[in-house]
Protein backbone atom coordinates (compact mmCIF):
# COMPACT_ATOMS: atom_id res chain seq x y z
CA UNK A 1 0.00 0.00 0.00
CA UNK A 2 1.48 3.67 -0.36
CA UNK A 3 1.87 4.44 2.92
CA UNK A 4 3.45 1.41 4.39
CA UNK A 5 6.16 1.92 1.90
CA UNK A 6 9.34 3.69 3.07
CA UNK A 7 10.97 4.47 0.07
CA UNK A 8 13.01 8.06 0.82
CA UNK A 9 11.13 10.10 -2.12
CA UNK A 10 7.48 9.18 -1.03
CA UNK A 11 8.56 10.31 2.92
CA UNK A 12 10.23 13.82 0.91
CA UNK A 13 6.69 14.23 -0.70
CA UNK A 14 4.77 13.67 2.52
CA UNK A 15 7.21 16.12 4.37
CA UNK A 16 6.64 18.67 1.31
CA UNK A 17 2.75 18.62 1.75
CA UNK A 18 2.61 18.65 5.40
CA UNK A 19 5.16 21.50 5.24
CA UNK A 20 3.24 23.46 3.00
CA UNK A 21 0.10 23.54 5.62
CA UNK A 22 -2.14 21.37 2.72
CA UNK A 23 -5.03 20.63 5.94
CA UNK A 24 -7.04 18.23 3.50
CA UNK A 25 -3.99 16.32 2.94
CA UNK A 26 -2.83 16.18 6.40
CA UNK A 27 -5.86 14.37 7.49
CA UNK A 28 -5.44 11.76 4.87
CA UNK A 29 -1.76 11.06 5.31
CA UNK A 30 -2.50 10.12 9.04
CA UNK A 31 -5.47 8.16 8.92
CA UNK A 32 -8.15 11.25 9.88
CA UNK A 33 -11.57 11.67 8.43
CA UNK A 34 -11.50 14.19 5.97
CA UNK A 35 -15.21 14.14 4.00
CA UNK A 36 -14.89 17.60 2.53
CA UNK A 37 -11.95 17.97 0.28
CA UNK A 38 -10.44 21.24 0.65
CA UNK A 39 -7.61 21.75 -2.17
CA UNK A 40 -4.88 24.14 -0.80
CA UNK A 41 -4.57 27.74 -2.00
CA UNK A 42 -3.19 28.23 -5.65
CA UNK A 43 -0.12 29.48 -3.99
CA UNK A 44 0.28 26.96 -1.32
CA UNK A 45 -0.28 24.21 -4.41
CA UNK A 46 2.01 26.24 -6.46
CA UNK A 47 4.89 26.25 -3.68
CA UNK A 48 4.20 22.12 -3.10
CA UNK A 49 4.55 21.41 -6.87
CA UNK A 50 7.91 23.65 -6.48
CA UNK A 51 9.89 22.11 -3.64
CA UNK A 52 8.22 18.23 -5.10
CA UNK A 53 10.88 18.99 -7.82
CA UNK A 54 10.87 18.93 -11.56
CA UNK A 55 8.20 16.39 -12.54
CA UNK A 56 5.56 17.80 -10.42
CA UNK A 57 6.34 21.26 -11.89
CA UNK A 58 5.13 19.46 -15.46
CA UNK A 59 2.57 17.96 -13.77
CA UNK A 60 1.54 21.69 -12.80
CA UNK A 61 2.16 23.08 -16.18
CA UNK A 62 -0.81 19.83 -17.26
CA UNK A 63 -2.88 21.17 -14.48
CA UNK A 64 -3.01 24.43 -15.86
CA UNK A 65 -4.30 23.11 -19.39
CA UNK A 66 -7.65 22.11 -16.72
CA UNK A 67 -9.63 25.09 -16.45
CA UNK A 68 -12.57 22.13 -16.66
CA UNK A 69 -11.25 20.80 -13.19
CA UNK A 70 -10.00 24.29 -11.39
CA UNK A 71 -10.92 27.86 -11.29
CA UNK A 72 -9.59 30.51 -13.05
CA UNK A 73 -7.19 31.55 -9.70
CA UNK A 74 -5.69 27.72 -10.02
CA UNK A 75 -5.34 28.29 -13.61
CA UNK A 76 -3.91 31.68 -13.42
CA UNK A 77 -1.14 30.97 -10.63
CA UNK A 78 -0.08 27.22 -12.19
CA UNK A 79 0.50 28.81 -15.53
CA UNK A 80 3.31 31.14 -14.24
CA UNK A 81 5.39 27.45 -13.39
CA UNK A 82 8.45 27.08 -15.04
CA UNK A 83 10.58 24.16 -15.42
CA UNK A 84 13.55 25.78 -16.15
CA UNK A 85 16.10 24.11 -14.18
CA UNK A 86 20.00 24.36 -13.95
CA UNK A 87 21.65 21.85 -16.83
CA UNK A 88 22.97 18.71 -16.61
CA UNK A 89 26.83 18.57 -16.79
CA UNK A 90 28.05 18.49 -20.68
CA UNK A 91 30.16 15.10 -19.92
CA UNK A 92 26.94 13.43 -18.69
CA UNK A 93 24.76 15.00 -22.02
CA UNK A 94 27.68 13.41 -23.80
CA UNK A 95 26.77 10.12 -22.73
CA UNK A 96 23.67 10.23 -23.30
CA UNK A 97 23.91 11.61 -27.37
CA UNK A 98 26.63 8.78 -28.37
CA UNK A 99 24.48 5.65 -26.80
CA UNK A 100 21.79 7.71 -29.04
CA UNK A 101 23.67 8.05 -32.49
CA UNK A 102 24.27 5.16 -34.74
CA UNK A 103 27.81 6.64 -36.00
CA UNK A 104 30.23 8.02 -33.48
CA UNK A 105 29.86 11.62 -32.37
CA UNK A 106 32.54 13.12 -34.05
CA UNK A 107 31.01 11.11 -37.80
CA UNK A 108 27.96 13.07 -37.25
CA UNK A 109 29.00 16.56 -35.69
CA UNK A 110 31.41 18.86 -36.87
CA UNK A 111 30.76 21.26 -33.63
CA UNK A 112 28.39 21.19 -30.35
CA UNK A 113 28.45 23.69 -28.07
CA UNK A 114 28.41 22.29 -24.60
CA UNK A 115 26.87 25.20 -22.87
CA UNK A 116 22.85 24.61 -22.87
CA UNK A 117 20.55 27.20 -24.77
CA UNK A 118 17.30 26.28 -22.53
CA UNK A 119 16.86 23.52 -20.03
CA UNK A 120 13.87 22.02 -18.53
CA UNK A 121 12.59 19.06 -16.43
CA UNK A 122 12.80 16.91 -18.81
CA UNK A 123 15.35 17.74 -21.59
CA UNK A 124 18.15 20.06 -22.62
CA UNK A 125 18.52 21.76 -25.66
CA UNK A 126 22.64 22.44 -27.27
CA UNK A 127 23.05 23.98 -30.64
CA UNK A 128 25.41 22.17 -33.04
CA UNK A 129 26.10 21.65 -36.37
CA UNK A 130 25.96 18.72 -38.77
CA UNK A 131 28.93 17.68 -40.62
CA UNK A 132 27.23 18.58 -44.24
CA UNK A 133 27.24 21.87 -42.05
CA UNK A 134 23.63 22.26 -41.64
CA UNK A 135 22.80 23.95 -37.92
CA UNK A 136 20.46 21.90 -36.00
CA UNK A 137 19.12 22.33 -32.27
CA UNK A 138 19.79 19.19 -30.38
CA UNK A 139 16.91 18.04 -27.63
CA UNK A 140 18.73 15.78 -25.27
CA UNK A 141 16.22 13.73 -22.26
CA UNK A 142 17.93 14.57 -18.99
CA UNK A 143 20.19 11.44 -17.80
CA UNK A 144 18.24 8.97 -15.04
CA UNK A 145 14.66 11.11 -15.51
CA UNK A 146 12.67 7.93 -16.64
CA UNK A 147 13.34 6.57 -13.46
CA UNK A 148 12.41 9.67 -11.72
CA UNK A 149 9.62 9.77 -13.91
CA UNK A 150 7.84 6.27 -13.14
CA UNK A 151 8.76 6.62 -9.09
CA UNK A 152 6.49 9.99 -9.08
CA UNK A 153 3.72 8.21 -11.28
CA UNK A 154 3.33 5.58 -8.63
CA UNK A 155 3.09 8.13 -6.04
CA UNK A 156 0.57 9.97 -7.95
CA UNK A 157 -1.19 6.86 -8.74
CA UNK A 158 -1.21 6.26 -4.58
CA UNK A 159 -2.20 9.83 -3.33
CA UNK A 160 -5.32 9.44 -6.15
CA UNK A 161 -5.95 6.07 -4.87
CA UNK A 162 -6.65 8.06 -1.47
CA UNK A 163 -8.60 10.92 -2.49
CA UNK A 164 -10.67 8.59 -4.82
CA UNK A 165 -12.11 6.78 -1.76
CA UNK A 166 -13.45 10.85 -0.73
CA UNK A 167 -16.91 11.97 -2.10
CA UNK A 168 -14.79 14.49 -4.11
CA UNK A 169 -12.19 12.01 -5.51
CA UNK A 170 -15.46 9.55 -6.87
CA UNK A 171 -17.17 13.00 -8.27
CA UNK A 172 -14.00 14.23 -10.00
CA UNK A 173 -13.06 10.48 -11.12
CA UNK A 174 -9.89 11.54 -9.57
CA UNK A 175 -7.80 7.90 -10.55
CA UNK A 176 -9.23 8.68 -14.25
CA UNK A 177 -7.94 11.95 -14.28
CA UNK A 178 -4.36 10.83 -12.59
CA UNK A 179 -4.01 8.15 -15.45
CA UNK A 180 -4.24 11.20 -17.64
CA UNK A 181 -1.72 13.07 -16.62
CA UNK A 182 0.39 10.23 -16.19
CA UNK A 183 0.36 9.42 -19.50
CA UNK A 184 1.22 12.81 -20.65
CA UNK A 185 4.21 12.61 -18.85
CA UNK A 186 4.96 9.58 -19.61
CA UNK A 187 4.14 10.67 -23.27
CA UNK A 188 7.31 13.69 -22.62
CA UNK A 189 10.10 10.91 -22.39
CA UNK A 190 9.17 9.57 -26.09
CA UNK A 191 10.89 12.46 -28.55
CA UNK A 192 9.88 10.59 -31.63
CA UNK A 193 6.11 11.59 -30.47
CA UNK A 194 7.19 15.29 -30.58
CA UNK A 195 9.13 14.80 -33.75
CA UNK A 196 5.70 13.32 -35.60
CA UNK A 197 3.57 16.16 -33.95
CA UNK A 198 5.91 18.68 -35.54
CA UNK A 199 6.26 16.92 -39.12
CA UNK A 200 2.13 16.77 -38.78
CA UNK A 201 1.97 20.76 -37.96
CA UNK A 202 4.19 21.46 -40.59
CA UNK A 203 2.42 19.73 -43.27
CA UNK A 204 -0.93 21.37 -42.07
CA UNK A 205 0.83 24.61 -41.55
CA UNK A 206 2.38 24.54 -45.10
CA UNK A 207 -1.56 24.79 -47.03
CA UNK A 208 -2.79 28.34 -45.71
CA UNK A 209 -6.67 28.90 -45.75
CA UNK A 210 -6.24 32.75 -44.66
CA UNK A 211 -2.94 33.35 -44.53
CA UNK A 212 0.27 32.93 -46.25
CA UNK A 213 1.58 29.73 -45.59
CA UNK A 214 5.59 30.90 -46.52
CA UNK A 215 5.44 33.15 -42.89
CA UNK A 216 4.92 30.47 -40.22
CA UNK A 217 8.04 27.75 -39.62
CA UNK A 218 7.76 24.64 -38.19
CA UNK A 219 11.38 23.34 -37.62
CA UNK A 220 12.20 20.60 -39.88
CA UNK A 221 13.10 16.86 -38.26
CA UNK A 222 15.96 15.42 -38.89
CA UNK A 223 14.61 11.79 -38.73
CA UNK A 224 17.71 9.83 -39.38
CA UNK A 225 19.37 10.66 -36.03
CA UNK A 226 16.47 11.56 -33.69
CA UNK A 227 15.45 8.91 -31.58
CA UNK A 228 13.19 8.41 -28.14
CA UNK A 229 15.60 10.58 -26.10
CA UNK A 230 17.31 12.75 -28.47
CA UNK A 231 15.46 15.07 -30.82
CA UNK A 232 17.49 16.40 -33.72
CA UNK A 233 15.89 19.15 -35.58
CA UNK A 234 16.32 22.06 -37.81
CA UNK A 235 17.97 25.31 -35.96
CA UNK A 236 15.54 28.75 -36.24
CA UNK A 237 17.55 31.72 -35.81
CA UNK A 238 15.52 34.17 -33.84
CA UNK A 239 14.11 36.02 -30.53
CA UNK A 240 11.20 34.97 -28.56
CA UNK A 241 8.04 36.91 -29.74
CA UNK A 242 7.92 39.73 -27.41
CA UNK A 243 11.27 40.29 -27.48
CA UNK A 244 11.84 41.11 -30.91
CA UNK A 245 12.26 44.63 -32.32
CA UNK A 246 10.61 45.15 -34.91
CA UNK A 247 12.13 48.51 -35.81
CA UNK A 248 15.09 47.06 -37.12
CA UNK A 249 13.34 43.92 -39.03
CA UNK A 250 10.55 45.13 -40.96
CA UNK A 251 12.90 46.43 -44.16
CA UNK A 252 11.43 49.39 -44.10
CA UNK A 253 8.03 48.52 -43.32
CA UNK A 254 5.72 50.53 -40.45
CA UNK A 255 6.97 48.89 -37.10
CA UNK A 256 2.59 49.39 -36.10
CA UNK A 257 1.31 47.95 -39.57
CA UNK A 258 4.31 45.00 -39.47
CA UNK A 259 2.81 44.48 -35.69
CA UNK A 260 -0.38 43.75 -36.68
CA UNK A 261 0.42 42.40 -39.46
CA UNK A 262 1.90 39.27 -37.25
CA UNK A 263 -0.82 39.86 -35.02
CA UNK A 264 -3.33 38.55 -37.75
CA UNK A 265 -0.78 35.95 -39.01
CA UNK A 266 -0.85 34.54 -35.80
CA UNK A 267 -4.69 34.25 -34.98
CA UNK A 268 -5.39 32.59 -38.36
CA UNK A 269 -3.06 30.21 -38.16
CA UNK A 270 -3.78 28.80 -34.75
CA UNK A 271 -8.06 29.34 -36.37
CA UNK A 272 -7.18 27.12 -38.81
CA UNK A 273 -5.40 24.66 -36.57
CA UNK A 274 -8.70 24.86 -34.13
CA UNK A 275 -11.53 24.96 -36.95
CA UNK A 276 -10.16 23.36 -39.88
CA UNK A 277 -7.23 21.09 -38.88
CA UNK A 278 -8.13 19.63 -35.95
CA UNK A 279 -4.85 19.28 -34.57
CA UNK A 280 -3.21 22.26 -32.70
CA UNK A 281 0.08 23.20 -30.75
CA UNK A 282 -1.81 23.23 -27.27
CA UNK A 283 1.19 25.42 -25.73
CA UNK A 284 1.55 29.02 -27.11
CA UNK A 285 3.30 31.13 -24.81
CA UNK A 286 5.53 33.38 -25.53
CA UNK A 287 8.51 31.29 -25.34
CA UNK A 288 7.14 29.22 -28.10
CA UNK A 289 6.66 32.08 -30.40
CA UNK A 290 10.00 33.07 -32.05
CA UNK A 291 10.37 36.26 -34.46
CA UNK A 292 13.17 35.12 -36.78
CA UNK A 293 15.69 36.89 -38.03
CA UNK A 294 14.06 36.90 -41.88
CA UNK A 295 10.74 38.39 -40.36
CA UNK A 296 8.25 35.05 -40.52
CA UNK A 297 7.28 33.85 -37.20
CA UNK A 298 8.24 29.83 -35.87
CA UNK A 299 6.12 27.72 -33.70
CA UNK A 300 8.88 25.82 -31.59
CA UNK A 301 7.76 22.78 -28.96
CA UNK A 302 5.32 20.68 -30.34
CA UNK A 303 5.28 18.25 -27.13
CA UNK A 304 1.54 19.76 -26.18
CA UNK A 305 -0.79 19.15 -28.97
CA UNK A 306 -4.85 18.77 -28.93
CA UNK A 307 -7.30 17.29 -31.00
CA UNK A 308 -10.97 18.01 -32.24
CA UNK A 309 -12.84 16.24 -34.00
CA UNK A 310 -15.16 17.68 -36.85
CA UNK A 311 -18.31 17.00 -34.46
CA UNK A 312 -16.59 19.02 -31.50
CA UNK A 313 -15.32 21.99 -33.63
CA UNK A 314 -18.66 22.48 -35.86
CA UNK A 315 -19.84 22.65 -31.69
CA UNK A 316 -17.59 25.27 -31.08
CA UNK A 317 -17.76 26.93 -34.46
CA UNK A 318 -21.51 27.47 -33.58
CA UNK A 319 -20.41 28.28 -29.62
CA UNK A 320 -18.54 31.54 -30.98
CA UNK A 321 -21.70 32.73 -32.42
CA UNK A 322 -23.77 32.10 -29.54
CA UNK A 323 -21.14 34.03 -27.65
CA UNK A 324 -21.12 36.76 -29.84
CA UNK A 325 -25.00 36.90 -29.37
CA UNK A 326 -24.54 36.39 -25.73
CA UNK A 327 -27.07 33.44 -26.78
CA UNK A 328 -27.61 32.33 -22.59
CA UNK A 329 -30.53 29.18 -24.29
CA UNK A 330 -27.80 28.33 -27.45
CA UNK A 331 -24.71 28.13 -24.82
CA UNK A 332 -26.60 25.86 -22.76
CA UNK A 333 -27.75 23.24 -25.41
CA UNK A 334 -24.31 23.29 -27.08
CA UNK A 335 -22.64 22.68 -23.62
CA UNK A 336 -24.79 19.20 -22.99
CA UNK A 337 -23.95 18.60 -26.71
CA UNK A 338 -20.10 18.50 -25.54
CA UNK A 339 -20.91 16.37 -22.53
CA UNK A 340 -18.56 13.25 -22.52
CA UNK A 341 -21.67 11.03 -21.48
CA UNK A 342 -25.56 11.45 -20.73
CA UNK A 343 -26.26 12.96 -17.46
CA UNK A 344 -29.11 14.53 -15.65
CA UNK A 345 -28.93 18.31 -15.91
CA UNK A 346 -31.60 20.91 -14.86
CA UNK A 347 -31.42 22.38 -18.25
CA UNK A 348 -33.58 25.93 -16.61
CA UNK A 349 -31.00 26.14 -14.23
CA UNK A 350 -27.85 25.87 -16.50
CA UNK A 351 -29.71 28.22 -18.54
CA UNK A 352 -29.78 30.87 -15.87
CA UNK A 353 -26.28 30.22 -15.17
CA UNK A 354 -25.34 31.13 -18.54
CA UNK A 355 -27.40 33.90 -18.72
CA UNK A 356 -26.09 36.04 -15.30
CA UNK A 357 -22.62 35.05 -16.45
CA UNK A 358 -22.92 36.66 -20.20
CA UNK A 359 -25.57 39.89 -18.42
CA UNK A 360 -22.60 41.31 -17.36
CA UNK A 361 -21.67 42.10 -21.36
CA UNK A 362 -24.56 43.18 -22.28
CA UNK A 363 -23.95 46.81 -23.89
CA UNK A 364 -19.86 46.33 -23.73
CA UNK A 365 -18.06 46.71 -26.77
CA UNK A 366 -16.53 43.69 -28.24
CA UNK A 367 -12.63 45.15 -28.29
CA UNK A 368 -13.10 45.62 -24.43
CA UNK A 369 -14.09 41.70 -24.12
CA UNK A 370 -11.62 39.34 -22.85
CA UNK A 371 -12.72 36.72 -25.36
CA UNK A 372 -10.66 33.56 -23.37
CA UNK A 373 -12.36 34.90 -20.33
CA UNK A 374 -15.41 34.11 -21.86
CA UNK A 375 -14.72 30.65 -22.28
CA UNK A 376 -13.27 30.12 -19.11
CA UNK A 377 -16.54 31.24 -17.68
CA UNK A 378 -18.50 28.80 -19.48
CA UNK A 379 -16.12 25.83 -18.68
CA UNK A 380 -16.52 27.34 -14.75
CA UNK A 381 -20.75 27.46 -15.20
CA UNK A 382 -20.27 23.51 -16.80
CA UNK A 383 -18.59 22.83 -13.88
CA UNK A 384 -21.17 24.08 -11.03
CA UNK A 385 -23.53 22.03 -12.69
CA UNK A 386 -21.61 18.75 -12.44
CA UNK A 387 -21.11 18.51 -16.51
CA UNK A 388 -18.04 16.89 -16.81
CA UNK A 389 -16.64 17.90 -20.64
CA UNK A 390 -13.76 16.52 -22.63
CA UNK A 391 -10.44 16.64 -21.28
CA UNK A 392 -9.29 18.35 -25.20
CA UNK A 393 -12.11 21.22 -24.03
CA UNK A 394 -9.25 22.15 -21.11
CA UNK A 395 -6.35 22.46 -23.71
CA UNK A 396 -8.83 24.65 -26.36
CA UNK A 397 -9.40 27.14 -23.71
CA UNK A 398 -6.03 27.37 -22.09
CA UNK A 399 -4.50 27.91 -26.30
CA UNK A 400 -7.05 30.46 -26.67
CA UNK A 401 -5.87 32.07 -23.01
CA UNK A 402 -2.80 31.91 -24.03
CA UNK A 403 -2.81 33.19 -27.89
CA UNK A 404 -4.69 36.41 -26.68
CA UNK A 405 -2.68 37.09 -23.70
CA UNK A 406 0.62 37.00 -26.00
CA UNK A 407 -1.29 38.90 -28.44
CA UNK A 408 -2.89 41.53 -26.65
CA UNK A 409 0.79 42.08 -25.19
CA UNK A 410 2.61 42.05 -28.32
CA UNK A 411 0.00 44.47 -29.74
CA UNK A 412 -2.54 45.86 -27.13
CA UNK A 413 -4.58 47.77 -30.33
CA UNK A 414 -5.70 43.87 -31.50
CA UNK A 415 -9.73 43.33 -31.68
CA UNK A 416 -9.69 40.05 -31.49
CA UNK A 417 -13.44 39.90 -32.88
CA UNK A 418 -12.26 41.75 -35.62
CA UNK A 419 -9.55 39.12 -36.09
CA UNK A 420 -12.21 36.36 -35.75
CA UNK A 421 -14.97 37.96 -37.82
CA UNK A 422 -14.21 37.48 -41.48
CA UNK A 423 -13.24 33.59 -40.57
CA UNK A 424 -16.58 32.98 -38.87
CA UNK A 425 -18.13 33.79 -42.22
CA UNK A 426 -16.07 31.50 -43.84
CA UNK A 427 -16.63 28.70 -41.03
CA UNK A 428 -19.91 28.39 -41.38
CA UNK A 429 -20.12 28.53 -45.06
CA UNK A 430 -17.64 25.37 -45.13
CA UNK A 431 -20.32 23.81 -42.66
CA UNK A 432 -23.34 24.42 -44.79
CA UNK A 433 -21.36 23.35 -48.20
CA UNK A 434 -18.09 21.52 -47.12
CA UNK A 435 -14.87 21.95 -49.65
CA UNK A 436 -17.16 20.17 -52.26
CA UNK A 437 -20.37 22.15 -53.05
CA UNK A 438 -21.11 19.64 -55.62
CA UNK A 439 -20.40 16.39 -53.17
CA UNK A 440 -22.31 17.81 -50.19
CA UNK A 441 -25.24 18.84 -52.54
CA UNK A 442 -25.33 14.72 -54.09
CA UNK A 443 -25.49 13.57 -50.76
CA UNK A 444 -28.04 16.17 -49.34
CA UNK A 445 -30.21 15.24 -52.27
CA UNK A 446 -29.85 11.20 -51.75
CA UNK A 447 -30.75 12.05 -47.84
CA UNK A 448 -33.72 13.36 -48.75
CA UNK A 449 -34.21 10.57 -51.66
CA UNK A 450 -33.90 8.21 -48.68
CA UNK A 451 -36.29 10.55 -46.64
CA UNK A 452 -39.33 10.78 -49.12
CA UNK A 453 -39.11 6.83 -49.29
CA UNK A 454 -39.28 5.95 -45.92
CA UNK A 455 -41.44 8.09 -44.49
CA UNK A 456 -44.88 6.96 -46.44
CA UNK A 457 -44.36 3.91 -44.83
CA UNK A 458 -43.71 4.94 -41.32
CA UNK A 459 -46.82 7.22 -41.16
CA UNK A 460 -48.80 4.28 -42.53
CA UNK A 461 -47.41 1.71 -39.50
CA UNK A 462 -47.56 4.96 -36.73
CA UNK A 463 -51.31 5.33 -38.13
CA UNK A 464 -52.14 1.65 -38.01
CA UNK A 465 -50.70 0.91 -34.64
CA UNK A 466 -52.94 3.99 -33.12
CA UNK A 467 -55.89 2.71 -35.21
CA UNK A 468 -55.24 -0.39 -33.85
CA UNK A 469 -54.61 0.53 -30.04
CA UNK A 470 -51.20 -1.15 -30.34
CA UNK A 471 -49.32 1.85 -29.97
CA UNK A 472 -46.96 1.85 -27.11
CA UNK A 473 -44.94 4.36 -25.09
CA UNK A 474 -41.37 3.72 -22.77
CA UNK A 475 -41.39 6.48 -20.37
CA UNK A 476 -38.30 5.99 -18.42
CA UNK A 477 -38.38 8.74 -14.98
CA UNK A 478 -35.29 9.44 -13.17
CA UNK A 479 -35.21 9.90 -9.28
CA UNK A 480 -38.05 7.69 -8.17
CA UNK A 481 -36.10 5.20 -6.95
CA UNK A 482 -35.90 6.95 -3.52
CA UNK A 483 -39.93 7.35 -3.65
CA UNK A 484 -40.18 3.97 -4.59
CA UNK A 485 -37.86 2.63 -1.78
CA UNK A 486 -40.41 4.98 0.73
CA UNK A 487 -43.68 3.74 -0.34
CA UNK A 488 -42.75 0.04 -0.37
CA UNK A 489 -41.42 0.96 3.46
CA UNK A 490 -44.72 2.54 4.48
CA UNK A 491 -46.85 -0.36 3.06
CA UNK A 492 -44.58 -2.98 4.66
CA UNK A 493 -44.65 -1.14 8.22
CA UNK A 494 -48.58 -0.81 7.75
CA UNK A 495 -49.03 -3.88 6.76
CA UNK A 496 -46.89 -5.07 9.63
CA UNK A 497 -48.87 -2.98 11.86
CA UNK A 498 -52.35 -4.81 10.78
CA UNK A 499 -51.14 -7.97 11.77
CA UNK A 500 -49.80 -7.02 14.99
CA UNK A 501 -53.33 -6.04 15.39
CA UNK A 502 -55.35 -8.52 14.29
CA UNK A 503 -52.94 -10.97 16.70
CA UNK A 504 -53.84 -8.84 19.64
CA UNK A 505 -57.90 -8.98 18.46
CA UNK A 506 -57.18 -12.45 17.99
CA UNK A 507 -55.88 -13.07 21.35
CA UNK A 508 -58.33 -10.99 23.33
CA UNK A 509 -61.63 -12.59 21.82
CA UNK A 510 -59.71 -16.07 22.65
CA UNK A 511 -58.58 -14.66 26.22
CA UNK A 512 -62.30 -13.60 26.72
CA UNK A 513 -63.86 -17.30 25.62
CA UNK A 514 -61.38 -19.43 26.72
CA UNK A 515 -62.66 -22.57 28.89
CA UNK A 516 -59.74 -24.73 28.65
CA UNK A 517 -56.41 -24.15 29.81
CA UNK A 518 -54.92 -24.90 26.69
CA UNK A 519 -57.09 -22.30 24.82
CA UNK A 520 -55.71 -19.54 27.52
CA UNK A 521 -52.24 -20.97 27.11
CA UNK A 522 -52.74 -19.77 23.04
CA UNK A 523 -53.91 -16.46 24.13
CA UNK A 524 -50.97 -15.86 26.21
CA UNK A 525 -48.77 -17.07 23.25
CA UNK A 526 -50.84 -15.03 20.75
CA UNK A 527 -50.08 -11.70 23.18
CA UNK A 528 -46.16 -12.25 23.49
CA UNK A 529 -45.89 -12.58 20.43
CA UNK A 530 -48.14 -9.39 19.24
CA UNK A 531 -46.37 -7.52 22.15
CA UNK A 532 -42.79 -8.41 20.71
CA UNK A 533 -43.80 -7.89 17.28
CA UNK A 534 -45.04 -4.34 18.42
CA UNK A 535 -42.42 -3.02 20.32
CA UNK A 536 -39.84 -4.13 17.24
CA UNK A 537 -41.85 -1.99 14.95
CA UNK A 538 -41.86 0.79 17.23
CA UNK A 539 -37.89 0.46 17.81
CA UNK A 540 -37.31 0.06 13.74
CA UNK A 541 -39.29 3.46 13.61
CA UNK A 542 -37.23 4.77 16.09
CA UNK A 543 -34.18 3.99 14.70
CA UNK A 544 -35.10 5.94 11.17
CA UNK A 545 -35.53 8.78 12.74
CA UNK A 546 -38.59 9.63 10.95
CA UNK A 547 -41.33 9.39 14.08
CA UNK A 548 -42.60 12.65 13.05
Not at 15 to 39: C, F, H, I, S
Not at 171 to 186: C, D, P, R, V
Not at 420 to 433: A, C, E
Request: glycine share 6%; charged share 20%; with cysteine.
Amino acid sequence: MFLTQTVPRQREIIEVVLRNGWDYMRRLLTGGKADEPQLPTPAVLKNILVDLGPVYVKLGQLLSTRPDLLSAAYIEELSTLQDEVPPVAWTDVEVVIRKQLKKPLEETFSTINPVAVAAGSIAQTHRATLIDGREVALKVQRPGIDVTVAQDIALIQGIADLVARTDFGQTYEIKSIAAEFTKALEDELDFTREAGFTDQLRRNLSQGRWFDPTQIVVAEIYWELTTEKLLVMEWLDGVPFLSADLSSNTNGKDPVAERQAITTLLFRAFFQQLYIDGFFHADPHPGNLFYLSDGRVALLDCGMVGRLDPRTQQILTEMLLAIVDLDAGRCAQLTLQLADSPQPVILSRLENDYDRMLRKYHNVSLTEVNFSQIIYEILQVARNNKIRLPSNMGLYAKTLANLEGVARTFNPEVNLFDEVKPLMTDLFRKQLIGDNPVRSLLRTALDLKSLSLQSPRQIELLLDRVTSETLQWNLSLRGLDGMRRTMDDAANRLSFSILVGSLIMGAAIISNKAQTSQVSFLSSVLFAAASLLGLWLIVSILRSGRLR
